[in-house]
Nanobody, 115 residues
Framework: QVQLVESGGGLVQPGGSLSVSCAAS????????MGWYRQADGKQRELVAA???????GYADSVKGRFTISRDIAKNTVTLQMNSLKPEDTAVYYC?????????WGQGTQVTVSS
């Protein structure tokens, strides 16, 4: 069993920066992949960024060049650094992890981009 706890969401103005972190209850060294999804009101949950166990990363087209995902094995955390935020980035952001064929989710953290 794996627990994922997100933190760092909040309110930020357009063009600003924010980072959200996800702490895992066990070592993330062997996780196949970790990533961030988001779900805006009335929309489906979508993949934002992912980091595989081999160290490769992938991003949704809408966030490329603005968001960066990173994994800290020593701290068992995965962080999403978000720059140049836009109102359309407003959503609940969820941490996701895959281990041995099982998928785990955090409870989500709200990110609101508004002036």
């Amino acid at each position: 069993q794996v627990q994922l706890v997100e933190s760092g969401g909040g309110l930020v103005q357009p063009g600003g920066s924010l980072s959200v972190s996800c702490a895992a209850s066990r070592s993330i060294r062997w996780f196949n992949a970790m990533g961030w999804y988001r779900q805006a009101d009335g929309k489906q949950r979508e993949l934002v960024a992912a980091n595989t166990g081999g160290g490769s990363t992938g991003y949704a087209d809408s966030v490329k060049g603005r968001f960066t995902i990173s994994r800290d094995i020593a701290k068992n955390t995965v962080t999403l650094q978000m720059n140049s935020l836009k109102p359309e980035d407003t959503a609940v952001y969820y941490c996701n992890a895959e281990l041995r064929g099982l998928v785990y989710w955090g409870q989500g953290t709200q990110v609101t981009v508004s002036s």
